[in-house]
């Protein structure tokens, strides 16, 4: 039997050096920047560039396709394997203790934005079939490494690469978690619009909060004019002292400005996180507010503050098999020019539908005057345990982790690995090891991410060898 850990060491330094190379690269999806030249804006193409430069150095057949989403190839055969990873990261947001695109190394573990999602689990998997292709494994199968560059927003890469290549045979993406990812929660964003109206006594001038649909909102910030500024700023002054958030107030020429800081997580799990947003309407929620302004902190502060399941919305749902719905309330921001916009992201497990949770979430926001419309969705997916693939990769972690109790999973997360009929999510986090992805310090430990290229060495060996 290969020893496979002993050849993933053997790969390290040089593993190293390639992703923080990669890392080094803020490729967050810029629309703002974006070209014809480069759609999604001009870092997510620098560093498909740079990925194919390096996989064309090492022997592999490479194609760009559009700036969206490249490929490196190698083996051949009838059936193609495909191998999903991504090269856009989440921005950065504040809170971290080093430059997040200045990766370093402390304690065994390797900080930066991307360690852990999706760049350093991408490149032990990729290092992983470079190690076989270089000692000369006769393929069975066309194993294609593919790259989008665009998962953390809305796909549009690997959308345009199953437009115009073949559909694989089966695959895995190295973008989640061990030990297997056989299904995967539906999802779809309700996407809210409150009016902007304002009339009440004390007045909402703007509020900000939340970066993306699927981070759990890290910092919230409002301006408010209010009748009796020195009591606001005592209630807010006990509101964060008994609460697990930090907080300031400060006065300014334009109003009092409140500014909460919560915790950021993945918004596939958003109990892990501290919602700054809902904790900052919550406060605003005892002060008169009306209008839109009052509907929009109301909505906030009462029916999202901390109800991740719809449990407030008589809205909870739980499959046997795929587990509970959950929701983030991802972005919330309102201003007096356009009002205020909320985005619901659901991971949904098989039994319900977007319909049914637009019509469950209108309930509440019809009499607020909140108007809902749905934003894509994704369907819940799922491969039977007994398929041939899961039945391999959990051979190849057990093999490699001496952990007999592994069991495949059901996760909200959602993965490339679900764009296959036969696909799965595959690592590269570790079950003991904190999932820091999404979130202000972001971290791998080193030693999981080479005893991650030695699973992967093992799994992509039976899965082109069997």
């Not at 061990?178 to 001038?205: H, R």
Request: charge should be negative; aromatic fraction near 8%; hydrophobic fraction near 40%.
């Amino acid at each position: 039997m290969t020893e496979w850990l002993k050849a993933a060491q053997s790969q390290e330094k040089d593993y190293l050096n390639d992703l923080v190379a990669l890392m080094k690269i803020p490729s967050v999806r810029d629309d703002a920047a974006a070209t014809d030249e480069y759609p999604l804006g001009p870092r997510p193409a620098q560093a498909l560039k740079a990925f194919l430069e390096m996989a064309d150095q090492d022997g592999f057949k490479t194609k760009n396709i559009d700036n969206l989403v490249g490929y490196a190839e190698c083996g051949e055969g009838d059936e193609t394997l495909a191998i999903l990873a991504h090269l856009d990261v989440m921005p950065a947001g504040k809170g971290w203790d080093t430059d997040p695109f200045d990766p370093v190394i402390k304690d065994g573990n390797l900080y930066g934005r991307g360690a852990s999602d999706d760049k350093g689990p991408g490149m032990a998997a990729y290092y992983a079939l470079k190690y076989l292709k270089d000692q000369g494994v006769k393929f069975n199968k066309r194993v294609r490494f593919i790259v989008g560059t665009d998962e953390e927003s809305n796909w549009t890469g690997m959308h345009r690469y199953f437009e115009v290549e073949p559909a694989p045979t089966l695959g895995f993406s190295p973008d989640a978690e061990f030990p297997v990812i056989n299904g995967e929660k539906g999802q779809v964003s309700l996407l809210l619009n409150v009016p902007a109206t304002n009339e009440g006594p004390n007045q909402l001038k703007h509020f900000e909060s939340g970066l993306r649909f699927n981070m759990v909102p890290r910092e919230a910030v409002a301006l408010v004019t209010v009748n009796n500024l020195q009591k606001v700023e005592d209630d807010f002054a006990r509101f964060v002292a008994e609460n697990p958030i930090t907080g300031e107030a400060e006065e300014t020429a334009d109003g009092l400005k409140l500014t909460v800081i919560g915790k950021a997580a993945h918004g596939m799990e958003p109990e892990k996180g501290i919602n700054a947003g809902t904790y900052l309407a919550n406060f605003l929620d005892q002060y008169d507010f009306a209008g839109g302004a009052g509907s929009f902190i109301h909505f906030l502060g009462h029916y999202l503050h901390l109800d991740t399941r719809m449990d407030k919305f008589d809205g909870s749902f739980k499959d046997p098999v795929m587990g509970e719905l959950t929701m983030n309330a991802g972005i919330l921001n309102f201003t007096t020019e356009d009002g205020g916009d909320i985005n619901m992201n659901f991971r949904f497990p098989k039994g319900i539908t977007p319909d049914q949770l637009e019509a469950t979430v209108k309930k509440v926001t019809d009499p607020l005057g909140i108007s809902v419309k749905q934003g894509p969705a994704q369907e819940p997916h799922y491969v039977d345990p007994a398929d041939p693939i899961v039945k391999t990769l959990m051979t190849a972690y057990i093999d490699q982790t001496g952990d007999q109790t592994a069991k495949p999973e059901v996760v909200g997360g959602g993965t490339y690995g679900r764009l296959m009929k036969r696909g799965v999510a595959f690592g590269a986090l570790m079950p003991n090891t904190p999932n820091t992805m999404h979130q202000a310090n972001e971290f791998q430990p080193v030693a999981d991410l080479i005893k991650s290229m030695a699973i992967y060495m093992e799994a992509i060996n039976d899965l082109v060898t069997d």
